[in-house]
């Protein structure tokens, strides 16, 4: 769709789950996760051109591919989830070749989310423990260098979807908490968090109703997955960072939209009149 919301339009026809889209850094494709048929609980990547065309499967069993993707800048690796040894870690494809390497291994927690940094150095990812707690952590692209950069904290709280800015100095992610109000298990605490990684300061906007996802437009916007309210499905939003300016894209109540991410005009512009366009959610509609 473009970015004001118009002219959406559905690229797959799988009668299985497709989901997580990723651009290709110049635009041209599209990778993504789809489960291949009915008897395949587990997920593969795939990649498609632009316009939906020429899709072809890039991974296949025991890789068990999950939905969590992100190319290198220069595009020609895709860092995924595999759960091939029975824990989520973070995995790296090399498209011509088809050769995985396995970055992480920590075998007590998962590893998933990754994102990998415009300049092509780093990886920030989401390393969770159901007793340790969720953290937010960084490595370098080889996958040395694994430190956090936010620690866990005990308690129901999650932290997802860390994403580099386009100076591949901050990074943003989303931290939900629970308590149980009135004997029902409520968000307590829905905060999109900005983590500068050279100062370690923090800059927090409160979304009540609850956050899905996030990923960057500018250094100063970012697009959302939330909800306005807690019995609404989520839908894509604009949030200017500056100016606390929050817009609804798709404003659907039917369709669930997630993982939305952006492409700007030097990758592809999909008009006459230059408008930008963005890729979100499962893909296809009404899934």
Request: aromatic share 8%.
């Amino acid at each position: 769709m473009n970015d004001d919301g118009s002219h959406i339009r559905n690229l797959t026809n799988s009668p299985f789950f497709d989901g997580n889209p990723r651009w290709s850094p110049d635009g041209k494709q599209i990778a993504f996760a789809r489960r291949p048929g009915e008897k395949h609980v587990l997920k593969q990547l795939f990649l498609m051109n632009a316009d939906g065309s020429n899709v072809r499967q890039l991974t296949h069993p025991p890789e068990a591919a999950g939905a969590n993707l992100t190319y290198a800048p220069d595009g020609k690796r895709i860092a995924f989830v595999s759960v091939k040894t029975g824990m989520p870690e973070i995995n790296v494809l090399d498209i011509a070749s088809g050769t995985v390497k396995q970055l992480t291994s920590s075998k007590v927690a998962m590893s998933v989310d990754p994102n990998w940094s415009p300049d092509g150095k780093r990886i920030v990812y989401r390393y969770g423990h159901n007793v340790l707690g969720e953290a937010i952590y960084t490595m370098s692209a080889d996958g040395t260098n694994q430190k956090p950069l936010v620690r866990p904290k005990l308690g129901a709280l999650l932290r997802f979807s860390p994403a580099w800015a386009p100076d591949s100095q901050r990074v943003v992610y989303c931290e939900m908490e629970w308590a149980t109000v009135n004997g029902v298990l409520d968000t307590i605490v829905s905060d999109l968090v900005i983590h500068d990684t050279l100062s370690n300061r923090q800059e927090r906007q409160a979304f009540p109703s609850g956050l899905q996802s996030a990923r960057w437009i500018s250094n100063q916007e970012i697009l959302l997955g939330a909800r306005e309210d807690k019995s609404d499905k989520p839908d894509i939003y604009r949030y200017h960072i500056p100016s606390g300016r929050v817009v609804n894209l798709t404003n659907t109540s039917e369709i669930r939209e997630l993982s939305p991410q952006w492409r700007d005009d030097n990758a592809w512009a999909v008009s006459s009149a230059g408008r930008k366009p963005i890729q979100w959610g499962e893909v296809k509609s009404g899934r």
